[in-house]
């Protein structure tokens, strides 16, 4: 069974800190790894899409690599603002049978202050 | 409209009452996935159609719950009896059956059983 970890629960930095978020999931075999952002009562607004065979993706000041084999993703944000505070999850979809759907890890609850 | 909608976006109900949430997904995607996510917690997966057939359903979705989706458009989901417990929110997704699959989520409906 896949399971989707992101550690810590939380985190605050200061306004313009380049930070990393991580995700690790357990069974490697995935097609592909989806980072989304939830704001507080809020739905899930996908931010970037890895493909297993991608090393990274790029949207902005947002940067997500993946390393199929050792079952890690991480989502880079450079220069953060207080509009980046917000529920960071990681997804990952696996690679076989024909259902696509996605085991989610907890989340990361970021804070920017000003 | 160029996402994912869904109604009502917050449902207030009383123990053992029967309570039904619609989704109308991206209007070329032809998969569709519901969700429930409570506090805390990343978003677990229920069930999911490609058309309007129901490929698989997650051992979550208890006999009190049942989806549809007539003609592959919009999707309705159903809780009998409710109890506490089915307190959540229920998201719905759709994404293409092609390509990648990105998925692309709705803004929720937030489920209260009092």
């Known amino acids: 069974k896949q399971e989707v970890t992101q550690i810590p629960a939380a985190l605050s930095v200061p306004e313009g800190e380049n930070l990393v978020l991580n995700c690790s999931f357990t069974?490697?075999?995935?097609?592909?790894l989806q980072w989304f952002r939830q704001d507080p009562g809020k739905g899930l607004t996908s931010l970037l899409l890895?493909?297993?065979?991608?090393r990274e993706q790029t949207s902005g000041r947002l940067n997500a690599s993946l390393d199929k084999s050792s079952g890690r993703s991480t989502l880079y944000i450079a220069a953060s603002q207080p509009g980046d505070s917000a529920t960071y999850l990681c997804?990952?979809?696996?690679?076989?049978?024909?259902?696509?759907?996605?085991?989610f890890g907890k989340g990361i609850t970021l804070s920017v202050r000003p | 409209d160029t996402g994912v909608s869904q109604n009502p976006r917050h449902k207030i109900t009383k123990r053992g009452q029967n309570v039904t949430f619609r989704c109308d997904p991206i209007?070329?995607?032809?998969?569709l996935y519901w969700y429930r996510q409570t506090l805390g917690q990343g978003p677990e997966f229920l069930t999911y159609f490609q058309n309007e057939a129901q490929l698989e359903k997650s051992r979550l979705l208890s006999d009190r719950f049942s989806a549809e989706r007539p003609k592959g458009s919009f999707s309705t989901l159903e809780i009998q009896r409710t109890e506490q417990g089915d307190s959540a929110m229920y998201l719905c997704a759709s994404s293409l059956g092609l390509g990648v699959g990105e998925q692309f989520f709705g803004p929720g409906t937030r489920l209260t059983v009092l």
């Open positions: 069974d490697s075999a995935i097609y592909n």
């Open positions: 997804a990952v979809r696996p690679s076989t049978g024909a259902n696509s759907k996605l085991t």
């Open positions: 209007s070329e995607h032809n998969r």
């Open positions: 890895i493909q297993s065979s991608q």
